[in-house]
């Protein structure tokens, strides 16, 4: 098994992330969202490490960083084209496909499940927890998220316990509170 500092040299840089938000124009608006997600992933997975749980923080770091890389190319090619398929593809034409590109291909609320490791978990959560750039609880992302988009109305409360369940396994509920 790697060591995380191993691990690390396989994961781009924090500037190399900003490069790619740059090379796939990511919309200011969707890298405030990126950086607030990351910033909570990052506690998150802090949080979880406190509790004895392995977890790759820089693996959630880059992946919370990068979930949205291809969102421009979900919102122009319309209900067809999934920005997270897009996303994973696109890390894998930049050389991090595998781990990286996963968590980026399973942080869809549609994809949470206990199935997926430790950090897919995590940066599928965080990104429940921020609406626009704000950290918000669970309930109010869900809420936002049935308004923006009623269609998915129903995988969201279909998904609404497992987010619950995780946020009641890692004690989470308060983490938005404690840490800000």
């Given at each position: 098994m790697q060591s995380n500092t191993e691990r690390a040299n396989d994961l781009p840089?924090?500037?190399?992330c900003r490069d790619l938000w740059d090379k796939y124009k990511m919309p200011e608006n969707i890298r405030a969202h990126t950086l607030s997600v990351a910033r909570f992933?990052?506690?998150?997975?802090?949080?979880?490490?406190?509790?004895g749980i392995a977890v790759d923080k820089e693996l959630v770091n880059r992946g919370a960083l990068l979930h949205d890389i291809a969102k421009l190319r979900?919102?122009?090619?319309?209900?067809?084209?999934?920005?997270?398929?897009?996303?994973?593809?696109i890390l894998g034409e930049e050389g991090w496909g595998g781990r990286l590109a996963n968590v980026v291909r399973y942080h869809g609320t549609e994809d949470f499940s206990f199935a997926l490791p430790i950090e897919d978990q995590i940066?599928?959560?965080?990104?429940?927890?921020?609406?626009?750039?704000?950290i918000v609880s669970l309930e109010e992302r869900l809420a936002d998220l049935s308004k923006r988009y009623p269609g998915a109305l129903k995988i969201i409360d279909e998904?609404?316990?497992?987010?619950?369940?995780?946020?009641?396994?890692?004690?989470?509920q308060q983490l938005i509170f404690d840490d800000e």
């Open positions: 840089s924090i500037h190399k992933a990052d506690a998150v997975a802090a949080h979880l490490v406190a509790q979900g919102i122009q090619g319309g209900k067809d084209v999934h920005h997270t398929d897009e996303g994973a593809a940066v599928n959560y965080a990104d429940r927890r921020v609406v626009h750039d704000r998904k609404r316990p497992l987010y619950v369940e995780f946020e009641e396994r890692y004690h989470l």
